[in-house]
């Protein structure tokens, strides 16, 4: 097996802006299923970068 598994996920560039906010709506929507709610700090360094 001398393929790079690796070879597809270098390739992969940073995701946007919005693709990281989608993403951090959606982890701060999943634990607020389960009750929990996001520090301040959390909320105010992930979703307002």
Do not use: C
Request: charged share 25%; glycine share 6%; proline share 4%.
């Amino acid at each position: 097996m001398n393929e790079d598994i690796f070879k597809e996920y270098i390739r992969q560039k940073e995701p946007d802006k919005r693709a990281k906010g989608y993403a951090w709506h959606t982890a701060v929507g999943l634990q607020a299923v389960d009750g929990l709610k996001p520090s301040a700090y959390l909320l105010q360094t992930a979703l307002y970068i």
